[in-house]
């Protein structure tokens, strides 16, 4: 299982340091508005937190681990468009462009399913490898193309 211990450990490599800058980055500004922005920051910061739980696991050779990471990120990914359809641009960090090229968007959610899916199906066929940057980084890399298109600055 996960623990503490391993969770250090992997906190060395570069691919988990990813996820956490990925997962820290706005903590602390989950200023709910009229939206469902906190849903959908709820839904980002606990991929955040499979992300770290998927690192720990690969580094700890808990291939179950991992696979629940994977398939949990997977079906968080999978609750983005919906999360985000009926929001719009306020006091947070959502760009605009989310709603003017929403499919494109669906496509970046839909990239990091892929992503997990893939790392999930790895995992269940002992094929993932005891490397946490280069099983993180491959789905980190998704959440990153998102959000360089569709996250704003900080506010
Ligand atoms: C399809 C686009 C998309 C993908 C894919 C995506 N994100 Fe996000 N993420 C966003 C947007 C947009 C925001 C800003 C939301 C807001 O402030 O309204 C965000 C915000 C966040 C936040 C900040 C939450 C907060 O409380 O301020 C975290 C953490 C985060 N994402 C983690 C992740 C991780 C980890 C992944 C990959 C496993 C990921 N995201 C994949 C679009 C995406």
Redesign the pocket.
Known sequence: MFTVRKFSKVGLFAGAAL?LA??????G??NVSADD?GD???A??S??G??KALGGAVAGGDASAAQAAAAK?SA??AE?PAL?KD?KPGA????AE?WTNFAD??A??N??KAA?DSVAADAGAGKLGSDPKAVVGK??A??G???KA???PK?
């Open positions: 996820a990925v997962a820290f980055g706005t903590v500004s989950n922005h959908r920051n709820a980002m910061k991929m955040g499979a992300m990120i968080t990914a983005i985000f929001g947070n960090r959502s760009k989310i968007f669906t970046k959610a990239a990091l997990a789905i980190g998704t959440c193309a998102c959000h569709y996250r704003g506010v």
